[in-house]
């Protein structure tokens, strides 16, 4: 066994007792020991580096990336510090912990950590992680340190480890601070042992590709979902070549790469103030041991293993796969069902596409760490879910239309045939309706969850609207036999009336409003005997009979109107006096002499049929039972119907103007009658 060396014997010594090496502005001290314990030196420290008055004029600057990778190398050429260098003959370190030194000549904090690298003993990334926690929650500037040929390596590259690292980061100081400014950190990428070969931005483009990917398969909490890589980080590329087989151009880069630290008027200027923790440098030491604190006390962090990590990292893999393959499958039934379309077996297409997924992930999976493997289930088939879930509802509304439409046109096609029933018609179509949206709904159900594959909210709303489109039918229905019926009223009171007209008997209303009132009581009873048939409720029925009797009253004023219209009535009064004055009772025409009481006949014929005017002026049966009451409402009509004053055919006025009227045609008569008498004698 080799002698432990005198350096390694120093350490062991500091270890356990986190303390200052030596005084002075060169002195590096310990802030967490391999106990993980936080250092009670730190404020002392400050005050030694004269920094603890510097107020926010300082900057701190730490280092990632795995073990002998030549990060305190770069940190002692960059800042100025002295940091532990491996020893080349040993090849190893057992000491952990983190460092820090003042940066010489600038008012810089620089931390490094040295440590095991968990992932070649697989023991202890518990303090690899939270060492890089540490650094990414306190540092302006996290500089990650790799190989040229681990670019690209998940493992290599620390990429899983960086996943683990964010997501934490993310859960534990991912908020945004009270002015609602996110905390941002520069990532700045060294390169090591860069050869040339493969030009910068090509191993950029891939660091920033894998770190996207990261970013993007990160579980985020809920709040922060949406946060970008982009939000958080800013990234920064450079390279290094050999340090020893290129030491001058090495020396030179690493020259070049300090200028970016320390030159604030440099246009790459690191330290930007968008970076600062805005932590004055007297609370730092306070506020880096909550951060400790936070980090220590984290679950999150203790959880996964390498196995985990590895399972975490796979199975994301896996179940991207899956996803995709997936994906293209669902899109294919994608626009169908948006344009409305109802997809034959869709609910078959969907269970298949999702149980390939589920096997194809099962079974490359389910090899890996259980319970990351079952989480990332959980996760792949909610993502499934909400991607059936849109076809699913498109399905449903899609069956809903269709059925809707099939109902009604079934309903038409079975008003068109001979003596159907209405009720019966409606009734049959509502049930095949209501059958062909169930079973295609149930068709499409994916999975057992009903809360999720819920298809009886939309058949309410299908039955609702069925029950609307019935409504209508029927309303529609009833308004085409109100119709038929009005026009039959028509018809039968036709010629009753004109005949009762033209008689002009004293009795003339009392006949037809008979007539008029039997026409309506059998079209009342033909339309009730109908309506059973319509499921009609009593307030449709009681409408639809004021409706009928209102059409009906119409319909016989406006018989009346039409026999008499002037023309007519004088038509009519002419007739009455013709009969009496032109013709003696025996119905033989008068030939008049000259003894005859021409004056006399006149007159008497005259007066009879003036006396007819009133009697036709208006509507007025001599027994009060036939008078007709009038519907108290009618639907659809905008003003209220006088009844009262459609009683009066003739005004005043009117009545008037036809008496005169008359008088000059009988005068005439009169006149012709003499003229006749003169002409015998002349003969
Ligand atoms: P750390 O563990 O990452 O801090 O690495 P060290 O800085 O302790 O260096 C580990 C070993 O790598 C030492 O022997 C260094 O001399 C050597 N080394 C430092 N920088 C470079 C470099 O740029 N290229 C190569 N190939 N080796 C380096
Ligand atoms: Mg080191």
Redesign the pocket.
Known sequence: PQVPSLQEHAKALVNGRPTSTNAGTSDRLQIINDAKEFTQELNPQLETWALRDAGFDYDIVAVF?S????????LNRLFGTNF???D?TQRQ?TTKGIWMCRGKGMNVLVM?V?GTDGRERGEDQDFERKSALFSLASSEVLII?LWEHQVGLYQGANMGLLKTVFEVNLGLFGKKTQDSVNQRTMLLFVI??HIGTTPLANLQATLTADLQRIWDSLSKPAELQDRQLADYFDLAFTA?P???LAADK?EADVQALRKRFVDKSSDNYLFKPAYHKRIPADGVAFYMEGIWEQVQTNKDLDLPTQQELLAQFRCDEISAGALAEFNEQAKSQKRPVEVGKVVEGLGEMMRGWRNQALTRYDRDASRYHQGVYKRKRTDLLATLDSTLSPLFVGQLKNLHKASLVAFKKEILDGLRSEGYNFADVVGQARGRCEARFVEGAKEAVVADDEAAWNWEEELELLREEVRLVADQLRKDETKKMVNTIERNIKKQISEPVDLHLNKAAPDMWDSIMRTFKETLAKSESSYLAKAKSFDCTDEENTAALSTLRHRAWLALRAKIDEQTADTVILGKLRAYFEERFRYDEAGVPRVWKPDDDIDGAFKKAKDQTLDLIPLYSKIAPKDSSLEYSPPSEVPDQEEEYDYAASLVIFSETKALDITNRFRREADAYYVEAKRSTVSSIAQ
């Open positions: 990336g073990q002998s990778t030549g990060k305190s190398t770069l532990d260098v491996m080349e370190q490094d040295e340190n090591r042992d290094l050999h340090k020893i090495f």
